[in-house]
């Protein structure tokens, strides 16, 4: 096994998240639920561990869209 600088380097040069940052993505995250059909008030009452959840399963958002609207 090796012993070169792969396994010395320590991960001080990756960037912090910023607050800004964090707002910009949830916002984008929600305005994608929309696009997938979700209501805007649905969207806005929903929390954004909740949020990042849907948005990794964009088929499970469409048949909850598809359910609701029966």
Known sequence: M???R???KESHV????T????????????RRLVKFGMSE????AMG???VR???QRPAVVKKLVAKKAK
């Open 2 to 4: 090796g012993t070169g």
């Open 6 to 8: 792969t396994l010395r």
């Open 14 to 17: 990756r960037p912090c998240k």
């Open 19 to 30: 607050p800004a940052g964090k707002a910009h993505k949830s916002a984008a995250q929600r």
């Open 41 to 44: 008030d649905e969207v806005k």
């Open 48 to 50: 954004d561990e909740d």
């Open 53 to 55: 959840v849907l948005v």
